[in-house]
Structures are given as structure tokens and as C-alpha cells.
């Protein structure tokens, strides 16, 4: 009897080749989770869960699903296990019944519904910060903000991306997630362009929209680099940001951020000391530019994302504490190279600074052609 009271509120049940005589607990608490598969509304599964049982009749489970409301149900497959992983695009009800000794089964657990309606909304924006041999992603909190008791997580995406296109490759990987609205992508190799995107997820699984695509481009830089003025000790008062010393047109570890003599003609640029006292930047090197980053100072290296693209000169800018600089060079490619640094501290005879240099040519990641 208590069989078909189950079959009565879970209409359309088939009762398939089982023997209702021994009476089984009906499971309970069945719950789903579903599996995000990097495509909003395309899961690549689902996972059902229900309570463990202390009836020693008890051998196993079978599940039940159906694809539209009303339709029959349908037999899924058993299991003696207390969960099912249903591969692929999941079905739109499921409810699980428990088997015993002579095929008998019990009345039908609680049906879970699986609904698209509990998909989050898409993180509305995403920002990037250029880091050495990394990014770091900032979105917009909203799709937590919206549902904070439906959300669970976020999904970070990552693909390349074709600079002259303007296009992100078809061939997208999962980066990590995070619960936070920010990540930090490590391990990347620097002046090859990326694109990333984010997703969240809700507590059933659902994946949202994605966000809007960023793209940026890893730089080598350093910190805490010591020059000191040509007045004082010239051995290091100049820079360079790099010398292709083994001329195969690649950025060389070994061949970034030399520091030499000040008055060396093929250095980007010298320290020096005026009479006054003022520390200055000079351009060196034939056709090495400098401009000052922005109206104000800056708070870390970072914040010089994309090189201006007026207001260099060739005359000497002075060296001011939290201040930014980009140099211009052009690198004999039809591309111009550049170079930021901002400056921490300037003493009598020595400044502080931080560096970063795009290797990548042509890149708007700290780099722009050269104009025709």
C-alpha cells in the first residue's frame, strides 16, 4: 500500500518487474547537484544524493527520471550507492526508490525538479591587472550580490588570444575558481597575449552567462632596483630595458633590466644629478622617449597598464617619488618597445625604482606599433 500511495504522488510511474510485499523505507532527502561544463545551459552532468539507510533490507537503489513534466517515468539505472552521477545533459525530474530481498522496492523518495530558473546572473564586468609571468582578474560581485544564498562559487576561464584579430581563440580551459571576485592566473609565459572570462555558479550547479572577455599580456618587471646618480658613481647610473645580445629578436631573461655605466650610448637611459639637486631621467639611446605616466602618483608599478600614445620627448623628466614613466623605444621592426618604471625613492646621489618591459611587439599592453 505504501508503494502506491508513492506512485499516486509522483504521477505516471511506471512499477516495472518489482514486489511491493516487503515493506522498505522510501529514501529521503534527495537533493541534485549539477556539473558546470564551461557552457551556460549545456551541464556536463548531474549528481544525485539521498540519505543513507539503516534497513538492513535494504540492498541498493534504483532511479527513476522523466523529461517533461507529465510524461511516464522512466527506469534509469540502480545503483548501491547512495548517490548517481547521470552523465551528460540531465533529465528534467528524477525521484529514487530502494530494493531488497525478492525484488522487492519501496514507495518512491521526494522528485527533484532540475531547474534552469535557479542559473545566476553573468558577472557584469571584468578587469585585469599585467603582473610578471601572471594576471589578476577583477569582475564585479553582482551575480553573489543578487542570489547570496544561491550562490556557490565562481569559474575562471582562460584561452589565447590573436593580437592583430582582436579575437580569443574557440579553445577555452578552466583556470581555477574561487568564491572571491578576483584571481590571480600564475604560471604564464610573459608577452604571450590571453584572453579570460568568469562564470557562477549557483548551489545546484547551474553556471551563469560568462562575463565579458578581458584580454592582457604578462610582462617581466622587478623591484627595488638601485640607481645611482652619474655624478656620483657612473659605473651604475645608467639602464637599459633590453639588449638582444644574442640577436635572435627574443626578450632573453638574461638580457632584460641591465644596469651599466651612465654615459654609454646604447643604454635607454642615465640618472643624473642637477646643481640644484633634482634627480632626472635621461632618454639615451637614438630614438628612446620618455613621458610622464598620468596626472598624479601612482601606487604601484601595476597601474601603467597600456603605454600612452603622446607625450614623449627626448628631453630629461625629473625623477619624483610615487610617480609613473613610460619609455618609448623603437626596436628596429617596424614596433616600438616599451618600458615602465615608477619611482619609490629618490635620495642625493640614488634612486629606488620599479620596472616592467612588454616583450611582446606591436602589443597594446605596454606596447604600440610604430606609425607609418
Known amino acids: 500500500m505504501r508503494y502506491w500511495l508513492g506512485c499516486l504522488l509522483l504521477a505516471g510511474c511506471e512499477t516495472g518487474p518489482f514486489d511491493r510485499s516487503i515493506d522498505l523505507d522510501a529514501p529521503t532527502h534527495l537533493t541534485y547537484t549539477v556539473e558546470p561544463s564551461g557552457t551556460p545551459g549545456d551541464p556536463a552532468g548531474l549528481v544525485l544524493r539521498w540519505d543513507q539507510t539503516n534497513d538492513p533490507d535494504v540492498e541498493g537503489w534504483n532511479v527513476y527520471a522523466r523529461s517533461a513534466t507529465g510524461s511516464?517515468?522512466?527506469?534509469r539505472a540502480s545503483t548501491n550507492s547512495n548517490s548517481f552521477h547521470d552523465n551528460g545533459r540531465p533529465e528534467l525530474e528524477?525521484?529514487?526508490?530502494?530494493?531488497?530481498?525478492?525484488?522487492?522496492?519501496?514507495?518512491?523518495?521526494n522528485a527533484v525538479l532540475i531547474d534552469e530558473r535557479l542559473t545566476l546572473v553573468r558577472p557584469n564586468t571584468l578587469t585585469s591587472i599585467t603582473l610578471n609571468s601572471a594576471v589578476a582578474l577583477v569582475w564585479?560581485?553582482?551575480?553573489?550580490?543578487?542570489?547570496?544564498?544561491?550562490?556557490?562559487?565562481?569559474?575562471?576561464?582562460?584561452?589565447?588570444?590573436?593580437?592583430?584579430a582582436n579575437r580569443c581563440a574557440a579553445a577555452w580551459q578552466l583556470e581555477g575558481t574561487t568564491v572571491a571576485p578576483e584571481f590571480r592566473v600564475a604560471a604564464l609565459p610573459n608577452g604571450v597575449p590571453r584572453c579570460f572570462a568568469v562564470s557562477a555558479i549557483s548551489i545546484e550547479g547551474f553556471e551563469s552567462l560568462w562575463s565579458p572577455t578581458q584580454a592582457d599580456t604578462p610582462r617581466p618587471d622587478a623591484r627595488n632596483l638601485v640607481l645611482t646618480t652619474r655624478q656620483s658613481t657612473d659605473?651604475?647610473?645608467?639602464?637599459?630595458?633590453?639588449?638582444?645580445?644574442?640577436?635572435?629578436?627574443?626578450?632573453?631573461?638574461?638580457?632584460?633590466?641591465?644596469?651599466?655605466?651612465?654615459?654609454?650610448?646604447?643604454?635607454?637611459?642615465?640618472?643624473?644629478?642637477d646643481g640644484a639637486g633634482r634627480i632626472y631621467l635621461t632618454p639615451i639611446r637614438t630614438g628612446t622617449t620618455v613621458a610622464l605616466y598620468g596626472n598624479r602618483p601612482i601606487g604601484d608599478l601595476t597601474e601603467i597598464d597600456v603605454a600612452p600614445t603622446t607625450?614623449?620627448?627626448?628631453?630629461?623628466?625629473?625623477?619624483?617619488?610615487?610617480?609613473?614613466?613610460?619609455?618609448?623605444?623603437?626596436?628596429?621592426?617596424?614596433?616600438?618597445?616599451?618600458?615602465?618604471?615608477?619611482?619609490?625613492?629618490?635620495?642625493?646621489?640614488?634612486?629606488?625604482?620599479?620596472?616592467?618591459?612588454?616583450?611582446?611587439?606591436?602589443?597594446?599592453?605596454?606596447?604600440?606599433?610604430?606609425?607609418?
Open 235 to 273: 659605473a651604475t647610473a645608467g639602464f637599459r630595458f633590453w639588449r638582444d645580445a644574442n640577436n635572435n629578436g627574443k626578450a632573453d631573461p638574461a638580457e632584460l633590466g641591465r644596469v651599466g655605466t651612465g654615459g654609454a650610448a646604447d643604454l635607454d637611459f642615465s640618472v643624473d644629478r
Open 94 to 109: 528524477y525521484y529514487v526508490t530502494a530494493y531488497g530481498p525478492g525484488n522487492s522496492e519501496s514507495p518512491a523518495s
Open 72 to 75: 511516464p517515468w522512466a527506469f
Open 311 to 372: 607625450g614623449y620627448a627626448r628631453a630629461p623628466i625629473e625623477a619624483v617619488p610615487g610617480w609613473g614613466y613610460v619609455f618609448q623605444m623603437n626596436g628596429g621592426d617596424a614596433f616600438f618597445r616599451y618600458g615602465a618604471l615608477r619611482v619609490s625613492h629618490v635620495g642625493r646621489d640614488l634612486i629606488i625604482l620599479d620596472w616592467a618591459f612588454q616583450i611582446d611587439p606591436g602589443n597594446p599592453e605596454l606596447g604600440r606599433e610604430v606609425a607609418p
Open 140 to 164: 564585479s560581485d553582482n551575480s553573489y550580490q543578487t542570489s547570496p544564498q544561491g550562490f556557490s562559487y565562481y569559474r575562471v576561464y582562460g584561452a589565447s588570444y590573436d593580437l592583430n
